[in-house]
């Protein structure tokens, strides 16, 4: 019977630290590891520890976001962990699905925690179109000016190759020719 853990951070600037430590104490003796974001349904380490578990391992994370990008996923995976006869347990929120209490609480913090992604979600989009309104302009800045693009188109009408103005103007070939059909 392995105790097998999984620790994941959403970005390559987050540390691992905090989340091993945990699992470490608890007793995990092998511990999967990544960075991707959680919504990202192509989690390699995840895979192969899901993979990895058989019957009567236990597997054990920090906390319930860890794990999942929804309440769906989450169900999904839990209902994998129970067809393999593998435990779960989350630390932080002392979720051990072994026990009724356990899975009674696991599924209302899974809901939580997928309220709390939708709820962030319509805040950035509040906050993105606020941004609009005001001005705010997304995207990459213009590299060349009107003046610029002009001239480069008139340095391609006079002959000068494509590649050669891609270089000059530090700009992909694709980008003059996208930016000739202005």
Same mark, same amino acid.
């Given at each position: ?8 951070? /959403? /970005? ?24 991707? /974001? ?36 989450? @169900? ?24 009724? @209490? ?14 709390? @992604? ?39 009408? /006079? ?24």
């Amino acid at each position: 019977m392995a105790v097998v853990g999984y620790a994941r951070v /959403s /970005s390559v600037g987050q540390k691992l630290d905090v989340q091993m430590e945990k699992l470490k104490r608890y007793g995990c003796n092998k511990i999967f590891e990544e960075k991707v /974001s959680g919504t990202t349904a192509n989690r390699t380490q995840l895979q192969n520890c899901l993979e990895y578990l058989r019957e009567g391992d236990s597997l054990v994370i920090a906390k319930l976001d860890r794990l999942a990008r929804s309440t769906f996923h989450l @169900t999904k995976i839990v209902n994998q962990l129970e067809e393999k006869n593998v435990d779960f347990v989350v630390l932080d929120q002392k979720i051990d699905t072994t026990t009724p @209490t356990g899975k009674l609480l696991f599924n209302m913090l899974a809901s939580i925690a997928e309220f709390e @992604t939708e709820i962030r979600k319509e805040r950035q989009i509040e906050g993105i179109e606020k941004a609009k309104s005001k001005g705010v302009k997304f995207g990459a800045k213009k590299k060349l000016s009107e003046e610029k693009i002009e001239q480069m188109i008139l340095e391609r009408q /006079s002959g000068i190759l494509v590649k050669d103005l891609a270089l000059k103007y530090g700009i992909s070939i694709p980008s003059v020719y996208r930016l000739m059909k202005k």
